[in-house]
């Protein structure tokens, strides 16, 4: 069982200054090197080495694809950096985003003016796409795993605790409410247009301030995605300003058929 750690504990050479929360995966720590730089911790809370060394591979094989074929789009990829053991807990090392998260942004304005969001979408989903291209599918996309370096232009795509290669089946199902389609709810293989309806999900909650199937509840939001019968209110009802491409591309994005799905490429152009 994962021991929580506190301010000031020591995780091999790095030092615990926060604990910056927990997800489905593992809790997170900010933390400082031997040069009082900041790292993130994250504490893998269910000890699933597995997954956490396909993180590792994954970071190297997008990395290694940027500087062959995609120069520059390493900086909208937060990566796993190491596999830190500490007597028998297991940690990932990770660069620190000072900027925090797109959802700490979208906590305290309510909502985003457009210009913002297409500022801070855009580099994600060009990171996701470097990730579709090496066989892999993110399959957790929201505002908390799109992170900022310094600015909304500036964001990177991070937390690849459920990602799993393109169309092989998977164990067990794992999915974010509100943000994942019916069918990665229902478990069925990895495919990259499970990532389209998360961004979609993602740029809709971002511009309007909720989320496209919202309910009073975790359990009925879930029933609302599952069904294939009910549909999202269109974009530009909520938010009239977004341009009409866009509005088309993320309402698309949102349908319960993946094959009616834009591709991510498709999506991304949408804001051109």
Same mark, same amino acid.
């Given at each position: 069982?994962?021991v929580?750690?506190?301010?000031?504990?020591?995780?091999g !050479?790095?030092?615990?200054?926060?604990r910056l929360?927990a997800?489905g995966?593992?809790i997170?720590y900010?933390?400082t090197d031997?040069?009082?730089?900041?790292v993130?911790?994250?504490?893998?809370?269910?000890?699933?080495?597995?997954?956490?060394n396909?993180?590792?591979?994954?970071?190297?094989?997008?990395?290694?694809a940027c500087?062959?074929?995609?120069?520059?789009?390493?900086?909208h990829?937060?990566p796993?950096l190491a596999?830190?053991?500490?007597n028998d807990?297991?940690?990932l090392?990770?660069?620190y985003?000072?900027?925090?998260s797109?959802?700490?942004a979208?906590?305290?304005?309510?909502k985003l003016d457009?210009e913002?969001v297409?500022?801070?979408?855009?580099p994600?989903m060009?990171?996701c796409h470097?990730?579709?291209?090496?066989?892999?599918v993110?399959?957790?996309v929201k505002?908390a795993n799109?992170?900022?370096r310094?600015?909304?232009a500036?964001?990177?795509?991070?937390?690849?605790?459920?990602?799993?290669p393109a169309?092989?089946p998977?164990?067990a199902?794992?999915?974010?409410t509100g943000?994942?389609c019916p069918?990665?709810?229902?478990?069925?293989?990895?495919s990259p247009?499970?990532?389209?309806f998360?961004f979609a999900?993602?740029?809709y909650e971002l511009?309007?301030g909720?989320?496209?199937f919202?309910a009073?509840?975790e359990d009925e939001?879930d029933?609302?995605?599952?069904d294939?019968?009910?549909?999202?209110?269109?974009l530009?009802t909520?938010? !009239?300003?977004? !341009?009409?491409?866009?509005?088309?591309?993320?309402?698309?994005a949102?349908s319960?058929? !993946?094959?009616?799905?834009?591709?991510?490429?498709?999506?991304?152009?949408s804001?051109n």
């Open positions: 069982m994962a929580f750690r506190k301010p000031g504990d020591r995780v !050479p790095y030092k615990i200054s926060k929360g997800g995966n593992g997170a900010r933390a031997a040069k009082d730089e900041f993130v911790l994250k504490l893998l809370t269910d000890s699933n080495l597995a997954q956490a396909f993180e590792i591979e994954l970071s190297m094989s997008v990395l290694a500087a062959s074929a995609y120069r520059g789009l390493e900086e990829f937060v796993v596999l830190l053991r500490d807990d297991f940690f090392v990770m660069p985003m000072i900027g925090g797109i959802a700490d979208l906590a305290k304005r309510g457009y913002v297409r500022m801070a979408i855009r994600p060009l990171a470097v990730m579709h291209k090496v066989g892999v993110h399959r957790d505002p799109l992170l900022l310094d600015h909304p500036r964001s990177a795509l991070a937390d690849f605790g459920i990602s799993a169309n092989t998977l164990r199902p794992g999915y974010s943000y994942s069918e990665q709810m229902f478990n069925h293989p990895a247009a499970q990532d389209v998360s999900a993602t740029i511009a309007t909720i989320r496209p919202a009073a509840t939001e029933q609302l995605v599952g294939y019968t009910v549909t999202h209110t269109p530009n909520l938010a !009239p300003n977004i !341009p009409h491409s866009v509005a088309r591309a993320v309402d698309a949102l319960k058929n !993946p094959l009616a799905r834009p591709s991510l490429r498709e999506l991304y152009q804001f």
